[in-house]
C-alpha cells in the first residue's frame, strides 16, 4: 500500500493550496516508477523573469518621407482611423509614426486627419493626402538571446503580470490610439529546475496569456510560436530531449513581438497575465479535457454532467472516471463511469452524470456554486484529479421577453470594459479585477461584456462568486485583419482561436454567452456560420451573438442579435423584421466625461479642449455632466420589453483611443476613471439602476456598497466661479426621488421635479461660502428621503491616505494576502485646514504626491490620478494630484499564503526567485507585519501621512474567496 498525493484546483480558480489526500491503493505496473506517489501540481510561474524591452537598435525611420508636401484635391485609399491634427503636416507625421500607414489624408474642413492601411484607390476630393513608405518592419529576435548561456543579469528582473510597454514614455509622435505609447517588442527569460521526482510525469508550462505574438525556446531550443495575445495556451515540456532534471538548470526564453496589435486601443505587452508550472501523472485529464454543465431534472433537482477527457503518455491501461458534487466542501453526491480501455498514446472522452437533489440554483442575488471532482482511477488508486466550480443555472432568450435565468425574467443592465488600469497597463491584478466588478455592482450593474478579447481568468472568477452575467468575447474575426488591427490572421487561425476561448470558459456558471466579434470587425458576415460551428462543438449549451453590423447575413446563425449603438426604431425595425430572435443593445451610449471639469467650467466640451469657459490647462476636454446623454441612449433599449438588456460603453475610462494630446485615456467611463476613482454619472447610473428598482427584481444586486432606496447626488463642487465669470453657479442634481429641493446655508434656492431618467439643474445659483444641500424629497415634496451636501473649501493643507482594495467598505476584503501577487490600492486626498476633501474648480497644476514604503512586505507598483492627460511615469512612486486625489497601487512581494509544499518547490524550482519575492520557510508565523506606507505632498503644509495596510496568509482573504463571500452576506 503507498499513499497517493494529489493536487486538486482548476485553472478558473486562483486558490494557490496544494490539498493532500492519503489514499489506501494496491500498487500497480502503471504508476511511475520514479515517484512512490503521483502528484498533479500547479506551481506559479510569474516570479523571476529576466526581462528587457527591445531587440537590439530600433529600426531606422522610414525613408523618403517628406511630411511638408502632400497633394491636393486627391484622397489615397479608403478606411482607417481618424485623428485631430491642425495641419496636413501633422497628418503626415502621425503616419509616419504609426505601424503600418500606407496613406494619409487631411480634411481642411474640420481639422480631421485619416490614416489608413488600405492605399489602393485615389479619387479627387477637397483633401490634401499622401503616401508613405511602408513601415520597416521590426528586427526579429536575436538569436543570442535564446541561448541558455547568454548573460542576462543585466536585464530588469520582474514578476508578472508585467506589462513592458506601460513604462515607456508618453510622445505626442505616437499613436493616440495606443495613448501615445509605443509598440515594442521585448524578451523575457526565466532560470529554473524541474524536481528530480518530477521524472516520468506529464509537465506543462500554462500561459493565461502572452501579448502579442509569442516565440518560445527552452534550453535554446525552438518549441513554441502562439500568435494570439488574449487566448491561453499550454505548453508541454517534458516531452522537450534536451529538458534537464533534478539540480540542473533550464532556461526558457520567450521573445514577445508586441510591435502589432488587433486592436485600436491601448493593449499592452509582454507577460500580462498568470503562468504556472504543472505536473501530472502520465494519465491524466487532457488540458482543458474536463468541463461540467447542468440541465433540470424536475423543479428540485438538477443534473452535473463532466464531459472528460483523458490522454495516456504511457502503455495500455484500464481506467475509470468518479465525479463528485461537493457543496461547502462536503460530498452531497457521486457516480463513477464504466472502465475506459486508454491505449497508450491516445485519448478518450467519457461522459459521466450525477444527479444532485434540492439543488440551490445559481442566481443574480444568490450565486451558488458547488465544487465538482474529477478524479481518473486505476485499480481503485486516485491517479489524476480536477476541482471545477460551477453553478447550476437555466439560460433561456425570449424573442419577446428578453432573458430568463432560471424561468425569471432578467433585465441585463451592463457594461462594456477593455483589460487595462491605470498605471498597470494590460497586467490587472486579481484584486482590481474584483475592485472594478464591485464598483459596477455598486450602480446596480448585473452584467459585463468582456470587450473585446478572451479575458483574464480573475475577471470571470469574480463574476461567478458576485452572481454577474458574462458576454465572453472573441478578439479576431473574418481574418484580413477583419477586427481592425495590424496582424494578419486567416479565419482558420480566429477558428481555433474561439475554440480556446470556449473550452477554457466553458465551466463558468457567469458566461452564458459568447460573442464572436465586435462592430467593423463583423463586417465578414459569411465567418459567424463557421464561428458558430465551432462554439457549439465545444459547448451546445449557450448561445452565440455577434453585433449587427451591415446586412442581416450573420443573423440567421445567432441565437441572439446584438446591437452596438443603435436607436429605438432600428431595434423595432428588426423585430418586426425578425419577430422570432432574441435581441440585445451589446454597446450602447458615447458619451464623453471628465472627473471634476464642472459643466459651467467647460461649457462647451470638444475633442482637443473646451471652448467658450475660463482657460483651462491642456487636457481638459470634457465636463462631468453626461446625466441627459447617458439616459438618452440607455432608454432606447432599456424601455423595450423585448430587449433583453444594455450594456454602457464604458463602465471605466481606459487607456488608448484618446482624441487629442495630451489626453492618452478614452473618457467613455460612466462609473470610473481610468485609475478608479468614481466619476460622477455613477450617481445617475445608481439612481435609475439600483436605488429605482426593487429588491425583489432578480436582476437587481445585492448587498453593494452603499445600497439606498435613495440616491441624491450634486455633481458640482461648490467653489466661486473665476475672475469675470460673474457669480452665479450652474447646479446639477442626480435622484431617483420625485422632487429635490436645493438650499444654501439653511436658505431654499428652489424645488425641481425630476422625471424619469432625468436629473435637476438649479441655473444661476449665487455663490456664498458655506453649504449647499440637495434634499431628495417624496412624491408630495414634504417628506425628506435622503440630502447630500457639497461645501466650500480652501486650499490644500494636509493629506490622509486611505485604501480603497483590499476594504470592506468597496466589498474587496480586509487585508493583502502575502502571496506575492495581491495587491492594495491606496488613495491620497489633499484637505483643506477644516478637513474637506479639496477638489478645486478647476483641475490644474496641483502638487506632486509621493509614495513610500517606509517597513513592510510590498513595494510601490505603479501610480496614477486618474486625469485622463497624465503623462506622468506609471512607474515612478509619485503622481500629480489630480481633482484632489492620487492612487498608488502596492503589491506584495512576499510568499507565506501558500501551503509548505508549494513553498518548497518555488524555492526548488525558481533558481532567480530568492531576488524576486521572498518564499517563507517558516508556517508558524500567525501575525504577519503591515506594509506601512508613507505618503508626501509638495508645498503644503502638513505633507505627510502614513497607512498601514494589514497583510494576512489567510487564503480566505484572496479576491475569490472574498467575493464569495460577500456575495452570501
Same mark, same amino acid.
Given at each position: 500500500?503507498?499513499?497517493?498525493?494529489?493536487?486538486?484546483?482548476?485553472?478558473?480558480?486562483?486558490?494557490?493550496?496544494?490539498?493532500?489526500?492519503?489514499?489506501?491503493?494496491?500498487?500497480?505496473?502503471?504508476?511511475?516508477?520514479?515517484?512512490?506517489?503521483?502528484?498533479?501540481?500547479?506551481?506559479?510561474?510569474?516570479?523571476?523573469?529576466?526581462? #528587457?524591452?527591445?531587440?537590439?537598435?530600433?529600426?531606422?525611420?522610414?525613408?523618403?518621407?517628406?511630411?511638408?508636401?502632400?497633394?491636393?484635391?486627391?484622397?489615397?485609399?479608403?478606411?482607417?482611423?481618424?485623428?485631430?491634427?491642425?495641419?496636413?503636416?501633422?497628418?503626415?507625421?502621425?503616419?509616419?509614426?504609426?505601424?503600418?500607414?500606407?496613406?494619409?489624408?487631411?480634411?481642411?474642413?474640420?481639422?480631421?486627419?485619416?490614416?489608413?492601411?488600405?492605399?489602393?484607390?485615389?479619387?479627387?476630393?477637397?483633401?490634401?493626402?499622401?503616401?508613405?513608405?511602408?513601415?520597416?518592419?521590426?528586427?526579429?529576435?536575436?538569436?543570442?538571446?535564446?541561448?541558455?548561456?547568454?548573460?542576462?543579469?543585466?536585464?530588469?528582473?520582474?514578476?508578472?503580470?508585467?506589462?513592458?510597454?506601460?513604462?515607456?514614455?508618453?510622445?505626442?509622435?505616437?499613436?493616440?490610439?495606443?495613448?501615445?505609447?509605443?509598440?515594442? #517588442?521585448?524578451?523575457?527569460?526565466?532560470? @529554473?529546475?524541474?524536481?528530480?521526482?518530477?521524472?516520468?510525469?506529464?509537465?506543462?508550462?500554462?500561459?493565461?496569456?502572452?501579448?502579442?505574438?509569442?516565440?518560445?525556446?527552452?534550453?535554446?531550443?525552438?518549441?513554441?510560436?502562439?500568435?494570439?495575445?488574449?487566448?491561453?495556451?499550454?505548453?508541454?515540456?517534458?516531452?522537450?530531449?534536451?529538458?534537464?532534471?533534478?539540480?540542473?538548470?533550464?532556461?526558457?526564453?520567450?521573445?514577445?513581438?508586441?510591435?502589432?496589435?488587433?486592436?485600436?486601443?491601448?493593449?499592452?505587452?509582454?507577460?500580462?497575465?498568470?503562468?504556472? !508550472?504543472?505536473?501530472?501523472?502520465?494519465?491524466?485529464?487532457?488540458?482543458? $479535457?474536463?468541463?461540467?454543465?447542468?440541465?433540470?431534472?424536475?423543479?428540485?433537482?438538477?443534473? +452535473?454532467?463532466?464531459?472528460?477527457?483523458?490522454?495516456?503518455?504511457?502503455?495500455?491501461?484500464?481506467?475509470?472516471?468518479?465525479?463528485?458534487?461537493?457543496?461547502?466542501?462536503?460530498?452531497?453526491?457521486?457516480?463513477?463511469?464504466?472502465?475506459?480501455?486508454?491505449?497508450?498514446?491516445?485519448?478518450?472522452?467519457?461522459?459521466?452524470?450525477?444527479?444532485?437533489?434540492?439543488?440551490?440554483?445559481?442566481?443574480?442575488?444568490?450565486?451558488?456554486?458547488?465544487?465538482?471532482?474529477?478524479?481518473?482511477?486505476?485499480?481503485?488508486?486516485?491517479?489524476?484529479?480536477?476541482?471545477?466550480?460551477?453553478?447550476?443555472?437555466?439560460?433561456?432568450?425570449?424573442?419577446?421577453?428578453?432573458?430568463?435565468?432560471?424561468?425569471?425574467?432578467?433585465?441585463?443592465?451592463?457594461?462594456?470594459?477593455?483589460?487595462?488600469?491605470?498605471?498597470?497597463?494590460? /497586467?490587472?491584478?486579481?484584486?482590481?479585477?474584483?475592485?472594478?466588478?464591485?464598483?459596477?455592482?455598486?450602480?446596480?450593474?448585473?452584467?459585463?461584456?468582456?470587450?473585446?478579447?478572451?479575458?483574464?481568468?480573475?475577471?470571470?472568477?469574480?463574476?461567478?462568486?458576485?452572481?454577474?452575467?458574462?458576454?465572453?468575447?472573441?478578439?479576431?474575426?473574418?481574418?484580413?485583419?477583419?477586427?481592425?488591427?495590424?496582424?494578419?490572421?486567416?479565419?482558420?487561425?480566429?477558428?481555433?482561436?474561439?475554440?480556446?476561448?470556449?473550452?477554457?470558459?466553458?465551466?463558468?456558471?457567469?458566461?452564458?454567452?459568447?460573442?464572436?466579434?465586435?462592430?467593423?470587425?463583423?463586417?465578414?458576415?459569411?465567418?459567424?456560420?463557421? +464561428?458558430?460551428?465551432?462554439?457549439?462543438?465545444?459547448?451546445?449549451?449557450? /448561445?452565440?451573438?455577434?453585433?449587427?453590423?451591415?446586412?442581416?447575413?450573420?443573423?440567421?446563425?445567432?441565437?441572439?442579435?446584438?446591437?452596438?449603438?443603435?436607436?429605438?426604431?432600428?431595434?423595432?425595425?428588426?423585430?418586426?423584421?425578425?419577430?422570432?430572435?432574441?435581441?440585445?443593445?451589446?454597446?450602447?451610449?458615447?458619451?464623453?466625461?471628465?472627473?471634476?471639469?464642472?459643466?459651467?467650467?467647460?461649457?462647451?466640451?470638444?475633442?482637443?479642449?473646451?471652448?467658450?469657459?475660463?482657460?483651462?490647462?491642456? $487636457?481638459?476636454?470634457?465636463?462631468?455632466?453626461?446625466?441627459?446623454?447617458?439616459?438618452?441612449?440607455?432608454?432606447?433599449?432599456?424601455?423595450?420589453?423585448?430587449?433583453?438588456?444594455?450594456?454602457?460603453?464604458?463602465? @471605466?475610462?481606459?487607456?488608448?483611443?484618446?482624441?487629442?494630446?495630451?489626453?492618452?485615456?478614452?473618457?467613455?467611463?460612466?462609473?470610473?476613471?481610468?485609475?478608479? @476613482?468614481?466619476?460622477?454619472?455613477?450617481?445617475?447610473?445608481?439612481?435609475?439602476?439600483?436605488?429605482?428598482?426593487?429588491?425583489?427584481?432578480?436582476?437587481?444586486?445585492?448587498?453593494?456598497?452603499?445600497?439606498?432606496?435613495?440616491?441624491?447626488?450634486? !455633481?458640482?463642487?461648490?467653489?466661486?466661479?473665476?475672475?469675470?465669470?460673474?457669480?452665479?453657479?450652474?447646479?446639477?442634481?442626480?435622484?431617483?426621488?420625485?422632487?429635490?429641493?436645493?438650499?444654501?446655508?439653511?436658505?431654499?434656492?428652489?424645488?425641481?421635479?425630476?422625471?424619469?431618467?432625468?436629473?435637476?439643474?438649479?441655473?444661476?445659483?449665487?455663490?456664498?461660502?458655506?453649504?449647499?444641500?440637495?434634499?431628495?424629497?417624496?412624491?408630495?415634496?414634504?417628506?425628506?428621503?435622503?440630502?447630500?451636501?457639497?461645501?466650500?473649501?480652501?486650499?490644500?493643507?494636509?493629506?490622509?491616505?486611505?485604501?480603497?482594495?483590499?476594504?470592506?467598505?468597496?466589498?474587496?476584503?480586509?487585508?493583502?494576502?502575502?502571496?506575492?501577487?495581491?495587491?492594495?490600492?491606496?488613495?491620497?486626498?489633499?484637505?483643506?485646514?477644516?478637513?474637506?476633501? #479639496?477638489? $478645486?474648480?478647476?483641475?490644474?497644476?496641483?502638487?506632486?504626491?509621493?509614495?513610500?514604503?517606509?517597513?513592510?512586505?510590498? !513595494?510601490?507598483?505603479?501610480?496614477?490620478?486618474?486625469?485622463?492627460?497624465?503623462?506622468?511615469?506609471?512607474?515612478?512612486?509619485?503622481?500629480?494630484?489630480?481633482?484632489?486625489?492620487?492612487?498608488?497601487?502596492?503589491?506584495?512581494?512576499?510568499?507565506?499564503?501558500?501551503?509548505?509544499?508549494?513553498?518548497?518547490?518555488?524555492?526548488?524550482?525558481?533558481?532567480?526567485?530568492?531576488?524576486?519575492?521572498?518564499?517563507?520557510?517558516?508556517?508558524?508565523?500567525?501575525?504577519?507585519?503591515?506594509?506601512?506606507?508613507?505618503?508626501? #505632498?509638495?508645498?503644503?503644509?502638513?505633507?505627510?501621512?502614513?497607512?498601514?495596510?494589514?497583510?494576512?496568509?489567510?487564503?480566505?482573504?484572496?479576491?475569490?474567496?472574498?467575493?464569495?463571500?460577500?456575495?452570501?452576506?
Amino acid at each position: 500500500l503507498v499513499g497517493v498525493l494529489f493536487f486538486i484546483n482548476g485553472f478558473g480558480r486562483k486558490m494557490k493550496s496544494v490539498v493532500f489526500v492519503a489514499v489506501a491503493v494496491a500498487v500497480v505496473g502503471f504508476l511511475p516508477s520514479a515517484t512512490a506517489s503521483v502528484v498533479r501540481e500547479k506551481v506559479n510561474f510569474d516570479f523571476a523573469w529576466r526581462h #528587457v524591452l527591445g531587440n537590439g537598435p530600433p529600426p531606422p525611420p522610414r525613408p523618403g518621407v517628406n511630411c511638408s508636401a502632400g497633394e491636393k484635391g486627391v484622397n489615397y485609399g479608403n478606411g482607417g482611423s481618424s485623428h485631430s491634427t491642425s495641419s496636413p503636416e501633422d497628418c503626415c507625421a502621425l503616419c509616419s509614426n504609426t505601424a503600418m500607414c500606407g496613406c494619409w489624408d487631411w480634411d481642411p474642413s474640420k481639422q480631421t486627419c485619416w490614416v489608413k492601411t488600405n492605399c489602393s484607390t485615389k479619387v479627387q476630393a477637397d483633401r490634401v493626402s499622401g503616401l508613405v513608405a511602408p513601415q520597416p518592419a521590426p528586427p526579429g529576435p536575436d538569436p543570442a538571446y535564446s541561448k541558455p548561456g547568454f548573460d542576462d543579469s543585466g536585464w530588469e528582473l520582474v514578476n508578472a503580470p508585467h506589462d513592458m510597454l506601460i513604462e515607456q514614455p508618453y510622445n505626442q509622435n505616437n499613436s493616440e490610439k495606443m495613448a501615445f505609447i509605443a509598440r515594442n #517588442v521585448g524578451w523575457y527569460r526565466k532560470k @529554473f529546475s524541474v524536481p528530480e521526482d518530477w521524472k516520468g510525469s506529464t509537465l506543462w508550462i500554462y500561459f493565461e496569456g502572452v501579448f502579442h505574438e509569442t516565440t518560445v525556446w527552452l534550453n535554446g531550443e525552438q518549441i513554441a510560436y502562439h500568435k494570439a495575445g488574449y487566448t491561453s495556451w499550454w505548453l508541454r515540456i517534458d516531452n522537450v530531449s534536451n529538458l534537464v532534471y533534478g539540480d540542473g538548470q533550464n532556461v526558457i526564453a520567450t521573445y514577445v513581438d508586441a510591435s502589432s496589435g488587433t486592436g485600436w486601443w491601448y493593449e499592452g505587452g509582454g507577460l500580462i497575465r498568470h503562468y504556472w !508550472l504543472v505536473r501530472a501523472a502520465p494519465l491524466h485529464i487532457s488540458p482543458w $479535457g474536463a468541463w461540467v454543465h447542468t440541465s433540470a431534472n424536475g423543479e428540485n433537482n438538477a443534473v +452535473f454532467t463532466a464531459e472528460v477527457e483523458i490522454e495516456n503518455k504511457d502503455k495500455d491501461v484500464d481506467a475509470t472516471v468518479k465525479v463528485s458534487v461537493l457543496d461547502s466542501d462536503e460530498e452531497i453526491a457521486s457516480a463513477t463511469s464504466n472502465a475506459i480501455e486508454v491505449g497508450s498514446g491516445m485519448s478518450v472522452a467519457t461522459k459521466v452524470n450525477v444527479t444532485v437533489n434540492n439543488v440551490k440554483k445559481w442566481t443574480v442575488q444568490n450565486p451558488h456554486l458547488y465544487t465538482t471532482r474529477v478524479d481518473v482511477m486505476v485499480a481503485g488508486a486516485i491517479v489524476d484529479t480536477m476541482n471545477i466550480t460551477t453553478g447550476h443555472r437555466i439560460v433561456r432568450f425570449d424573442a419577446d421577453q428578453g432573458l430568463f435565468l432560471n424561468d425569471q425574467r432578467v433585465k441585463m443592465r451592463g457594461f462594456c470594459d477593455h483589460s487595462s488600469f491605470a498605471g498597470v497597463g494590460g /497586467a490587472v491584478p486579481d484584486r482590481v479585477q474584483l475592485f472594478r466588478a464591485q464598483a459596477l455592482r455598486a450602480v446596480g450593474g448585473n452584467a459585463w461584456r468582456m470587450a473585446h478579447n478572451p479575458p483574464s481568468l480573475a475577471r470571470l472568477d469574480v463574476m461567478d462568486a458576485l452572481g454577474m452575467l458574462a458576454l465572453d468575447e472573441n478578439r479576431d474575426y473574418g481574418g484580413n485583419k477583419g477586427q481592425g488591427g495590424e496582424t494578419q490572421e486567416s479565419v482558420t487561425d480566429e477558428l481555433v482561436d474561439m475554440g480556446d476561448l470556449v473550452r477554457r470558459d466553458r465551466s463558468h456558471p457567469s458566461v452564458i454567452w459568447w460573442s464572436f466579434c465586435n462592430e467593423v470587425g463583423c463586417n465578414n458576415e459569411s465567418a459567424a456560420k463557421d +464561428f458558430r460551428q465551432v462554439a457549439k462543438y465545444w459547448d451546445p449549451t449557450r /448561445a452565440v451573438t455577434q453585433n449587427h453590423h451591415g446586412t442581416n447575413v450573420s443573423t440567421f446563425y445567432l441565437d441572439v442579435q446584438g446591437f452596438s449603438h443603435k436607436r429605438t426604431s432600428d431595434f423595432t425595425s428588426f423585430h418586426q423584421q425578425y419577430p422570432e430572435k432574441p435581441m440585445a443593445a451589446t454597446e450602447c451610449c458615447s458619451c464623453m466625461s471628465q472627473r471634476g471639469v464642472d459643466q459651467d467650467i467647460c461649457p462647451n466640451p470638444k475633442d482637443g479642449g473646451c471652448t467658450n469657459g475660463p482657460k483651462l490647462k491642456p $487636457g481638459i476636454f470634457y465636463n462631468n455632466n453626461i446625466g441627459q446623454c447617458t439616459a438618452s441612449q440607455v432608454i432606447e433599449s432599456d424601455s423595450l420589453e423585448y430587449l433583453s438588456g444594455t450594456f454602457v460603453w464604458s463602465g @471605466f475610462d481606459y487607456m488608448g483611443e484618446a482624441r487629442g494630446w495630451p489626453q492618452n485615456t478614452k473618457c467613455r467611463g460612466t462609473v470610473a476613471d481610468v485609475a478608479g @476613482f468614481t466619476k460622477e454619472t455613477a450617481y445617475w447610473l445608481k439612481s435609475v439602476w439600483l436605488s429605482n428598482i426593487s429588491k425583489s427584481d432578480p436582476g437587481r444586486p445585492l448587498g453593494v456598497t452603499g445600497d439606498t432606496d435613495t440616491t441624491v447626488y450634486i !455633481l458640482e463642487s461648490w467653489m466661486p466661479p473665476p475672475s469675470g465669470y460673474g457669480n452665479a453657479r450652474t447646479i446639477n442634481v442626480y435622484s431617483n426621488a420625485q422632487n429635490v429641493r436645493l438650499e444654501l446655508n439653511g436658505k431654499v434656492i428652489g424645488t425641481q421635479n425630476i422625471p424619469y431618467f432625468g436629473m435637476a439643474t438649479f441655473k444661476n445659483v449665487t455663490y456664498a461660502d458655506g453649504k449647499l444641500t440637495a434634499y431628495a424629497l417624496d412624491a408630495t415634496g414634504t417628506q425628506v428621503l435622503a440630502n447630500y451636501t457639497i461645501e466650500s473649501t480652501t486650499e490644500a493643507h494636509s493629506v490622509v491616505l486611505t485604501i480603497d482594495a483590499p476594504s470592506p467598505l468597496t466589498g474587496t476584503g480586509d487585508a493583502v494576502v502575502a502571496d506575492g501577487e495581491d495587491v492594495a490600492m491606496l488613495r491620497a486626498t489633499l484637505l483643506d485646514k477644516e478637513g474637506r476633501h #479639496v477638489t $478645486g474648480l478647476i483641475p490644474g497644476d496641483e502638487p506632486n504626491v509621493t509614495f513610500t514604503v517606509v517597513s513592510g512586505p510590498g !513595494l510601490i507598483w505603479a501610480t496614477h490620478n486618474g486625469d485622463p492627460a497624465n503623462t506622468s511615469p506609471s512607474h515612478a512612486p509619485w503622481t500629480p494630484a489630480y481633482g484632489g486625489l492620487a492612487r498608488a497601487i502596492v503589491r506584495s512581494n512576499s510568499v507565506h499564503a501558500t501551503s509548505s509544499l508549494h513553498r518548497q518547490r518555488l524555492r526548488q524550482i525558481d533558481i532567480e526567485g530568492s531576488q524576486a519575492v521572498y518564499v517563507a520557510t517558516d508556517d508558524s508565523v500567525s501575525q504577519l507585519e503591515p506594509i506601512v506606507v508613507k505618503v508626501t #505632498v509638495d508645498g503644503i503644509s502638513e505633507p505627510t501621512a502614513t497607512f498601514s495596510i494589514p497583510v494576512t496568509s489567510d487564503e480566505s482573504q484572496l479576491p475569490l474567496a472574498v467575493a464569495s463571500k460577500v456575495a452570501q452576506q
